[in-house]
């Protein structure tokens, strides 16, 4: 068999396309490395973000302001409870000795030294109970015993407790709504005036008697 004949290698022609083609992707290659290695940049770094609780404390205080008691006052002297019992501000007059018809009055001052404000402000009596030493045979003395309860916010005085009521309806009716919210560092006054009733006869004689009082402040 005769031998093929060898055909001469074919040269490759570059089309202006492709030239230009060639020229478009090195280029843009070329972009994109130079992009990333320079570029205009901002930016802020916040070094300082914090966040924290707030307090809500209770102070009272008597008409002179030599006795403070504070909320804070109770175990650990701390915020942990903030719920203290406070003996030394006595708003029913204490050791007066009320005859019949005659009133005692006695102002105090509440107010908020915490740091956020009381959105609910509220007093709730407790049960009335009587005793005395050398007694009368009464047994109703809180009956007998008025109390008109006004609270000064501002300048604006408003009477909180309810008409006519007694140490008796006090503790059957319930915590009453004071003024709210109470903010940072405000002071609310409040006047107790305790009247024993004109129409109490010598059995009411030595009598005496006690209701507790609860201050409470929601946020």
């Given at each position: 068999?005769?031998?093929?004949?060898v055909?001469?290698a074919?040269?490759?022609?570059?089309t202006?396309?492709?030239?230009?083609?060639?020229?478009?992707?090195?280029?843009?290659?070329?972009?994109s490395?130079?992009?990333?290695?320079?570029?205009?940049?901002?930016?802020?770094?916040?070094s300082?973000n914090?966040?924290?609780?707030?307090?809500?404390v209770?102070q009272?205080?008597?008409?002179a302001?030599?006795?403070?008691?504070?909320?804070?006052?109770?175990?650990?002297n701390?915020?942990?409870?903030n719920?203290?019992?406070?003996?030394t501000?006595?708003?029913?007059g204490?050791?007066?000795?009320?005859?019949?018809?005659?009133?005692?009055?006695?102002t105090?001052t509440?107010?908020?030294?915490?740091?956020?404000?009381?959105?609910?402000f509220?007093l709730a009596?407790?049960?009335?109970t009587?005793?005395g030493?050398?007694t009368?045979?009464?047994?109703d003395l809180?009956?007998?015993?008025?109390?008109?309860?006004?609270q000064?916010?501002?300048?604006?005085?408003t009477?909180?407790?309810p008409?006519?009521s007694?140490l008796?309806?006090l503790?059957?009716?319930?915590?009453?709504?004071?003024?709210?919210?109470?903010?940072?560092?405000?002071?609310?006054?409040?006047?107790?005036?305790?009247?024993?009733?004109s129409?109490?006869?010598?059995?009411?004689?030595?009598l005496?008697a006690?209701q507790?009082?609860v201050w409470?402040?929601?946020?």
């Amino acid at each position: 068999m005769a031998p093929r004949p060898v055909r001469p290698a074919r040269r490759r022609r570059f089309t202006p396309l492709a030239l230009i083609t060639g020229a478009a992707g090195a280029a843009v290659l070329a972009l994109s490395m130079n992009s990333s290695l320079a570029a205009f940049t901002a930016s802020i770094t916040n070094s300082v973000n914090t966040a924290g609780a707030g307090t809500l404390v209770m102070q009272e205080q008597n008409q002179a302001g030599s006795v403070t008691c504070l909320s804070t006052d109770g175990t650990g002297n701390n915020v942990t409870g903030n719920a203290a019992t406070c003996a030394t501000i006595n708003k029913y007059g204490g050791s007066t000795t009320l005859v019949p018809g005659q009133t005692s009055s006695t102002t105090v001052t509440i107010k908020n030294t915490g740091t956020v404000p009381a959105n609910t402000f509220t007093l709730a009596p407790g049960t009335c109970t009587q005793s005395g030493g050398v007694t009368g045979s009464a047994t109703d003395l809180c009956s007998k015993l008025t109390v008109v309860i006004t609270q000064t916010v501002g300048g604006n005085t408003t009477t909180v407790s309810p008409a006519s009521s007694t140490l008796a309806t006090l503790q059957t009716g319930g915590a009453i709504t004071l003024t709210a919210p109470v903010t940072p560092n405000t002071t609310v006054t409040f006047t107790f005036a305790v009247t024993l009733a004109s129409s109490a006869g010598n059995t009411y004689q030595g009598l005496a008697a006690s209701q507790p009082l609860v201050w409470t402040f929601t946020s």
